[in-house]
């Protein structure tokens, strides 16, 4: 192992060849999806696919694009924070995965131009250093609109400059825009007695799209990404039902070392709030708090 690895950092000083830290795992992406990513049937199985079409080719005619959509605590960044650790040595703190947050990094709006500029630099150095580098942009309904009209150029086919490949960069987007027309969906699956795991992405794809060109909060709002069809795979992410919890409350358990206990997951489900009030089918901020509250029931 040691003499494949020499041999790939020699590589990697002949720019073209240089893959840097990407070491996808695809094995243990898949096992650690399989096992820990509750109710989330077409996330998992969309994103797997895209990923794995992607990095078996030589040769991407543009870079992977994923927005991932759905209510507050689905999963979204759990997802991106496994694909990071499954893709990259280091997994999110490896120097090449770079995660964007507009509280963060963008915070003032008056400062747009400027967040343009550096934006377009930080991606263009970062990918002339790597190629295969992961930029992932959170909460995309709280950007300064106008700042992904500087990204578009990167997201299509058009890049290849001075050596510098830009389309072997995968780029993950983030957002809750979409997440009351999913649960609309799954909700009426769930009164006409149907299969959750039978909605297909075509039922709800239109719909998030939508919602996407509707809301000028989204950094994608006329910036002309979904327009121009950049987007690889729109990902929905379901509301999560009580068994999910149930299997968040387990995980956390057992991340915590300790075994499964039934008082514990069923104190856990009755501090939960579900909506919507009639059916109380939802939980209310999906499995967000679950790692935050089960030590009060320990
Ligand atoms: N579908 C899921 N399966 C297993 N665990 C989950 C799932 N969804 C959320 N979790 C757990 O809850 C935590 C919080 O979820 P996460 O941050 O991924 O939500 P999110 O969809 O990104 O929410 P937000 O839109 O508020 O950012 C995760 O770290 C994970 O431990």
Redesign the pocket.
Known sequence: AAAAWDLASLRCNFGDFCECDFRPDFQGLECDLAQ?????HL?KALVVKALKAFVHDPAPKKPLVLS?H????????????LLAHYLFRGGLRSPHVHHFSPVIHFPHPSHIERYKKDLKSWIQGNLTACSRSLFLF??MDKLPPGLMEVLRPFLGSSWVVYGTNYRKAIFIF???TG?EQINQVVLEAWRSRRDREEIRLQELEPAISRAVLDNPQHGFWRSGIVEEHLLDAVVP?LP?QRH?VR??VL??LAQLGLEPRDEVVQAMLESTTFFPEDEQLFSS???????SRIAFFL
Do not use: M, P, R
């Open positions: 820990h990513l509750a109710g989330q996330a991932l759905g209510w507050t605590g689905t999963g979204k960044s759990y997802v991106s924070s959170d909460e983030i957002s809750n997440g992410f999560l999910h299997h968040c995980n956390e901020n999906g499995c967000k708090t679950v790692a």
